[in-house]
């Protein structure tokens, strides 16, 4: 017999197995000695009353089979002697792409810029230790993408694009704990990450599939209006039935390739400002209506978003990638720049929780840069990054404001510990900012303070510049084919062509391409 229940718990039931099982046997009138076997298929916590309350729902098995976990197998066949298609960039949106050609039959080669994950870390503590950035290797570029050494959430509002279950599936048949399957908010955990997408290389090589490290694009093969193919920086082409193109968001130089190549790119709106640390503790004890959280409650998250005004004109002023317990860590792509993005390990118990703090951007904003064309978003983040690496002292030292300074107009005599391991340089940040964010910024903490009681205070402070919220451009392409219009063959994808906002929602852009790629071109060279 099978039921599925749900109940309302305390965290000190939902979150403890032992407590949990007893709950449900209570329930269901079981007896100890009674066979049943209970699976979580749905967690979520409750925390708009002093009461927290956990939302669980189970299925239980009582003396009978246990389906799988899975509907998801891990079983590849050969592809080593298929025909074959080139993606670029091994992020999430590639790794799922490659996978899914090899369950249709084509052998994917897979060409990214950076290092597997392992070798990658040497440069990630170059930029720590050193402040020496890899231009080809960092948080941005490598084995995984950004997602692997800068967090690891799940969560995904693009349900209508593809079926989010098969990919948090997969990701558990390479590694990834179940959990990810019940959560409302999943996550794995930059700590994790990599061992998951090595396992998904393996995967693919064991295939028959290729994945190049060290291999850059410089150009591309263009016949007759299709992309045939494209040339690595060792002069080396590489054709296919078609190029699927997922570089992540901060491959600029392929933006430039493309515009340089008279390929139809769009400037895109996007966002930008600073991140913001505040004690884990704090975060807690707004959230969960307590002075400490306790054993069983995971650290606590929010979300803020507010309206806010500059020269008669509002945009919105929103927090971005929340990450508990977690660390604000060093993101630029090249010498010269200071970025920063945040991560969390899989416990997040860290002594910090950080947030993305940013404010609308778009064609108002790049108006000084608009002779660039699709590229004026793109100068715009370099203008602001490349300002905040000579204002914070020309190395990776960030500049950071206590936040009641940065609202009152005072430089900070001095700042907070943080997790931001290069350190911290005391900044006027208006002075990096431009006025259209810096204004509307100001303002939107001032409404933050007043949402999250305690929010604005000098024992929180900003971390500059949070600039690589997603993609300042956009490859365009066919809403049914996600086929470029001008350029057959080739299949923007992922975040760097402004598809996707995340792991997940990636990760399904990169099957969809690859679906109508063999749609389209299989047995057609």
């Given amino acids: 017999m099978k039921k599925t229940l749900e109940w309302v718990l305390p965290p000190e039931v939902a979150y403890d197995d032992i407590r949990f099982e007893q709950e449900v046997r209570n329930q269901l009138r079981l007896t100890p000695d009674t066979p049943a076997f209970i699976r979580k298929i749905r967690r979520s916590i409750d925390a708009r009353s002093r009461q927290i309350k956990v939302n669980l729902a189970a299925d239980v098995y009582i003396n009978e089979p246990v389906p799988p976990l899975l509907s998801f197998e891990k079983s590849y ?6 025909d074959q298609a080139v993606i670029v960039g091994f992020g999430p949106a ?3 792409a490659a996978l899914r050609l090899i369950e249709m039959g084509i052998k994917p080669i897979v060409l990214e810029r950076g290092k597997d994950a392992r070798n990658r870390r040497r ?12 231009p080809d290797s960092n948080y941005c570029f490598g084995e995984g993408g950004a997602g692997t050494y800068s967090d690891g959430k799940l969560y995904t509002r693009s349900k209508k694009r593809g079926d989010v279950r098969r990919i948090l599936e997969i990701l558990v048949a390479h590694g990834a704990t179940s959990e990810i399957l019940v959560d409302a908010h999943p996550h794995i955990g930059t700590n994790k990450l990599p061992q998951v997408v090595t396992a998904i290389r393996e995967s693919i090589l064991e295939a ?12 591309f093969i263009l016949k007759d209006g299709e992309m045939r193919g494209v040339i690595t920086h060792q ?11 997922a570089t992540g ?18 400037a895109k709106p996007f966002a930008m400002g600073v991140r913001v640390e505040h004690q884990q503790q704090f975060i807690d004890s707004v959230q969960y209506h ?16 507010a309206q806010a005004r500059y020269k008669g004109v ?9 990450c508990p317990g977690g660390y604000i860590v060093p993101a630029a792509t090249a010498p010269g720049e200071i970025v920063v993005n945040g991560m969390s390990p899989s416990r997040r118990d860290g002594q910090f929780a950080n947030s993305g703090m940013v404010v609308s951007v778009d064609e108002a904003d790049w108006k000084p840069y608009e002779k660039l064309g699709p590229l004026a978003g793109l100068q715009i983040q370099k203008v602001l990054e490349q300002t905040a690496f000579q204002l914070a002292g020309q190395t990776q030292t960030a500049p950071a404001q206590r936040l009641q300074d940065y609202v009152n107009g005072k430089i900070s005599s001095s700042l907070l510990p943080t997790s931001y391991q290069p350190g911290l340089v005391s900044v006027d940040m208006t002075t990096i900012l431009p006025p259209s964010i810096a204004v509307r910024l100001r303002e939107g903490l001032k409404v933050f303070g007043k949402q999250m009681k305690g929010y604005l205070t000098n024992e929180a402070q900003m971390v500059g510049v949070e600039s690589r919220t997603s993609s300042p451009v956009r490859i365009p392409r066919d809403k049914e084919t996600l086929e470029h219009p001008q350029i057959k063959r080739l299949f923007p994808c992922g975040e760097g062509a402004g598809y996707a906002g995340g792991i997940v929602s990636a990760a399904m852009d990169g099957e969809r391409c690859a679906e109508q790629l063999v749609a389209h071109y299989q047995n057609k060279k």
Avoid: Q
């Avoid at 066949?77 to 298929?82: G, I, L, N, R």
């Avoid at 968001?249 to 430039?256: L, P, Q, T, V």
């Avoid at 509002?314 to 929340?322: T, Y």
């Fill in 77 to 82: 066949t050969d592809v080593s002697k298929k």
């Fill in 94 to 96: 590639g790794m799922f």
């Fill in 123 to 134: 440069d990630l503590a170059a930029i720590t230790k050193d402040h020496v950035v890899n």
């Fill in 208 to 219: 028959g599939g290729e994945i190049r490290f060290d291999t850059k694009v410089t150009d």
């Fill in 235 to 245: 002069g080396e082409k590489i054709e296919g039935l078609g190029v699927i193109l």
């Fill in 249 to 266: 968001h901060s491959a600029r130089d392929i933006f430039e390739l493309l515009h340089t190549r008279n390929i139809l790119i769009e």
């Fill in 290 to 305: 307590c002075a400490v959280r306790g054993n069983y409650l995971p650290a606590a998250s929010y979300s803020l978003v």
């Fill in 314 to 322: 509002e945009k919105g002023v929103f927090s971005f990638c929340m």
